[in-house]
């Protein structure tokens, strides 16, 4: 009898909510020992993350291991997790288990975001802004907190499952969705799908946190693609959009069944006029005007 595939939400489900530590899994190496590293691929200089296999997962790493130093990124600190909601590609989940630092740590296989990787670069994963700590030529490996796996849909994710990718934008990238961030929101979950022609509409229930912040012909980004809002069903907590035959192709939430998460980022414009009128920005404004 075949073994059930490795998922991490089993794991998270069992384990109580845990403070993350604020200190980093980074430590730091000197510049002669960075020069004797054989491979250009691996973070000597930052990093200590081994890939542990999934056959064997440590849960209890994750609460008892005490980092020593302070966190730290593998570059300078930068703008990173910007995105456009165009997904570059299907990438497919080699190895997913506990590393030996304390988390968990994902392999995916890839292609199109592997050209012009470098360590510290931030991939969206279904829409999760996450960063490069290891890669060859043929997939790249990130690192996941516990706090990741609880807030996305990436604890329902096995060896062997598809997920969305995208490379952040660059300053003469082209536009051609909306601001994301990587900044996942919360999940919805699919309740319902229907054909109609080549197209295919997709319900999402979700919280009414998330709702309000969700209006017709709006943007969402539901994991990590940019769409458009058809209606909003405030009495179901829900919302719908319609996928064309071609984005159907390109993206992973077709191959996703009823029942099944999604992650969600709101429109961060929706947000911003939310403070600004919460602040009495407007009360301002027309005081000093009249």
């Known amino acids: 009898m075949a073994a059930a595939p490795f998922r991490l939400s089993t794991i998270l489900c069992k384990t109580p909510k845990t403070s993350l530590p604020k200190t980093s899994i980074f430590p730091t190496t000197t510049a002669a020992t960075s020069a004797t590293t054989n491979s250009p691929y691996t973070l000597p200089s930052k990093s200590n ?83 490069v700590t290891r890669f060859d030529d043929v997939s790249f490996t990130v690192g996941l907190a516990p706090e990741t796996l609880r807030k996305t849909s990436l604890s329902e994710l096995s060896a062997g499952s598809l997920v969305n990718l995208e490379r952040a934008v660059q300053p003469t990238s082209r536009m051609g969705g909306h601001f994301v961030q990587g900044h996942v929101d919360g999940t919805g979950e699919i309740v319902s799908t229907a054909p109609e022609g080549d197209s295919l509409w997709i319900k999402v229930k979700t919280t009414k946190e998330i709702l309000k912040y969700v209006v017709p012909k709006g943007f969402i980004a539901v994991d990590g693609t940019s769409l458009t809002v058809v209606d909003v069903f405030d009495d179901e907590n829900a919302f719908n959009f319609m996928l064309v035959a071609y984005t159907q192709q390109k993206v992973v939430i077709p191959l ?29 404004i027309k005081s000093s005007s009249s």
């Open 49 to 131: 993350l081994k890939f542990t296999a999934i056959s064997k997962p440590s849960t209890l790493s994750l609460f008892l291991h005490k980092p020593r130093h302070r966190q730290r990124h593998p570059r300078a600190a930068a703008i990173r997790c910007l995105f456009t909601g165009i997904v570059e590609e299907l990438g497919e989940i080699r190895n997913i288990g506990a590393s030996e630092a304390g988390g968990f740590d994902m392999e995916i296989a890839a292609k199109t975001v592997l050209e012009g990787v470098n360590l510290g670069d931030s991939i969206a994963v279904n829409g999760t802004c996450l960063t």
């Open 256 to 284: 996703k069944k009823i029942g099944q998460k999604v992650n969600l980022e709101v429109d961060i414009l929706g947000k911003y006029v939310e403070r600004l009128l919460s602040s009495g920005f407007v009360d301002s």
